[in-house]
């Protein structure tokens, strides 16, 4: 099983509105981030929250953290066509020696003109 | 600042055939990881570069991956032979800090089609 695990899988909204998307994952972090995918291109990170945030915000972008239930979730306001990416949380556990960020399958955010 | 750069961005082979994949990651970041991404399932790890020591190649697939950095600046990402279930997209990322401590800047990925 994946240690991040981002729901829904796709996601169609029109333009302007809010569109949120989830992230579980099962053992205990330091810190969780989430990062955009356009297609053909690279990750660009968008937000890190550590372990001890409970939320945190840039720009358009509003992100929530709860350790008891292990899990995440991203809230893009006032979405627009530029914003049509997949979104991918990734965890950052603290087992010494094996560290390292572990990615879930993304959702993918289609915006409607 | 120059973003990471993949080369190349596609690759074709035939399985049993030998393919490199290059990676030059930002200028000054000592770390440097590979990731795989196969089709619709998650990114997965392979390893993790400090300078030119790997600090973990744990999610390597097989000893047909063989990874190097030699001077701690760019990377190569061999695989040989070439299977089929070794298609997808490749990701080169590099980091000032640890990857827990800073975010990973991207490349655009190879993309590897083993046929």
């Known amino acids: 099983s994946q240690q991040g695990e981002e729901d829904p899988q796709a996601l169609s909204i029109q333009e302007g509105e809010n569109a949120t998307m989830n992230c579980s994952y099962k053992t205990s972090i330091n810190n969780l981030q989430w990062y955009r995918q356009n297609s053909g291109r690279g990750l660009v990170h968008l937000i890190l929250i550590r372990s001890n945030e409970r939320e945190k915000h840039s720009g358009r972008l509003r992100v929530t953290l709860d350790t008891s239930k292990k899990s995440s979730s991203l809230l893009i306001t006032a979405s627009r066509a530029a914003d049509t990416a997949s979104y991918f949380c990734?965890?950052?556990?603290?087992?010494?020696?094996?560290?390292?960020?572990?990615f879930g399958t993304g959702t993918r955010l289609t915006i409607i003109p | 600042e120059a973003g990471v750069t993949q080369f190349p961005s596609h690759s074709v082979i035939e399985k049993g055939q030998t393919v490199t994949l290059r990676c030059d990651p930002i200028s000054g970041h000592d770390n440097l990881y590979w990731y795989r991404r196969v089709m619709g399932k998650e990114i997965k790890f392979l390893l993790h570069f400090v300078k030119e020591s790997k600090q973990d190649e744990s999610g390597m697939p097989n000893n047909r991956f063989l990874a190097e950095r030699t001077g701690g600046t760019y990377s190569t990402l061999k695989v040989q032979p070439a299977e089929l279930e070794d298609s997808g997209v490749y990701f080169c990322?590099?980091?000032?800090?640890?990857?827990?401590?800073?975010?990973?800047?991207f490349g655009n990925g190879t993309r590897l089609t083993v046929t």
């Open positions: 990734a965890t950052f556990s603290p087992n010494f020696g094996n560290e390292k960020l572990t």
């Open positions: 990322a590099s980091s000032i800090l640890g990857q827990g401590d800073s975010p990973l800047h």
